[in-house]
């Protein structure tokens, strides 16, 4: 199994992720990129994956620059003039994990070629080595937050509103308030100390994690929330009501609100997308790198997925909460928040998990499989997990990347839907599981 997730490599510091990991890390893609940019998120351990990151990088030659604390955007848009960025973080995963993202010059993370290149040459003891003369050198890197501000303000321009930034302690501290304070934003922040325990709330900023933020909104009377998970490629929002708004909604309404002819979403994504764009959705793996590839492919000018996380191509072919945030702003500026959501087409839907047996992962796929074959439907979808389409619905069926979990989401046009596919859903996995 490899050991990229959906999002580049992460785990327990010390034991799944450990600094001879890291160092090993290093060492594969300092054999491949000679000028490498790193940048870190306020985790505790992240001087340590940086530096062991580094230290196996050089030692293969490679020059190596620190760009400090910032978000993964701007660590992804400050590698344009790299061969390579890495960004260590383990993104909206509690404060025990670390890991590391990797980024192309164009802001795209590493595709599946490269990212089977860097496993491949991971601990590989063939790896040449140089000598003294030629092992690699450290040099700091400054202005990367101050950079990604000047180029969304040139692409944005200024709004004027309240709004409330709920940074979670995490690596937005340092970039989002400032830059729509620039915009022209009145702006009031909570969780903005950069603190790697993260004592505010987890670093994934779940409705049930925003409830400060909320309350704040709803108490100040501000015409907006707005939260990010650790790194900053996630970004969702509060209403002037108080109303949490997910990822799914906001994916909607970048979608509506820009005009996108077409869009790249994951498996999962809502079907309102395919009546907004008129069914001109392509659908991918689950993880932003499948959806910057389908981008590239496609020359769509949007995707994104329902955690929170928005593509920009003209802008960069990273996820950019911090982008996403201030484009929010300026929407918001011109119309409530909650009268764009409510505009938007709405439908039921649920989601349930199902634990099984790690070591039966291969056995249950291949029981999933075999059941959703004889599956009557319009359209069946095998790019992740198995997507059944009907007519006024859909259900997936889903292996978690992270957890021995069998995941199941539903949506339909109607509650009465919703359960049926539900209960077709739910039988199916239960059978697999026997």
Known sequence: MSIFGSSGIRGLVGS????????????AVGNRYHRIIIGKDTRTSGDMVENALAAGAMALGAEVHFAGVVSTPTLARAAFDYDCGLMVTASHNPAEYNGVKMWNPDGSAFDTPQMEDIENNIGNPKLKLPTWRDVGTMHRFEGATQNHITSIMKSIGNAHLNV?????????????????????????????????????????????????????????????????????????????????????????LFASLSEAGGIVAPIDASMVLDDIVDGNVVRTRVGDVYVAEALKK???????????????????????????????????????????????????????????????????????????????CQKLITV?????????????????????????????????????????????VKRCLK
């Not at 600094?19 to 290093?26: C, E, H, S, T, Y």
């Not at 900023?205 to 100040?220: S, Y």
Request: some cysteine.
């Open 164 to 252: 409330v930034v709920d940074c979670g302690c995490g690596a937005t501290c340092g970039i989002t308030p400032f830059l729509l304070r620039e915009m022209g934003c009145s702006v009031f922040t909570i969780n903005a100390q950069p603190d790697g325990h993260f004592p505010g709330r987890t670093p994934e900023p779940t409705e049930d994690a925003l409830l400060d933020l909320r309350r704040i909104v709803m108490g100040k009377g501000a015409d907006l929330g707005i939260a990010h998970d650790g790194d900053g490629d996630r970004m969702v929002a509060v209403d002037e009501k108080g109303r949490f708004v997910d990822g799914d909604k906001l994916l909607a």
């Open 16 to 27: 799944e992720f450990t600094v001879d990991l890291a160092v090993n890390i290093g060492k």
């Open 384 to 428: 992740d997990g198995f997507r059944a389409e009907f007519e006024d619905g859909w259900f997936l069926i889903r292996l978690s990347g992270t957890e021995p979990k069998v995941r199941v989401t539903v949506e339909a046009r109607s509650k009465d839907e919703v359960d049926r596919l539900m209960n077709i859903a739910r039988s199916i």
């Open 298 to 376: 496609h020359n769509f000018p949007f995707g994104g997925e329902p955690s929170g996380t928005f593509i920009f191509p003209r802008e960069t072919y990273c996820p950019d909460g911090v982008y996403a945030a201030a484009l929010l702003c300026k929407f918001v500026s011109e119309n409530h928040l909650s009268n764009l959501v409510d505009s938007l087409p709405s439908f039921p839907s649920t989601r349930e998990s199902f634990m099984f047996n790690a070591q039966e992962r291969d056995i249950v796929r291949g029981k999933i499989a075999a059941e959703m074959n004889l599956v009557k």
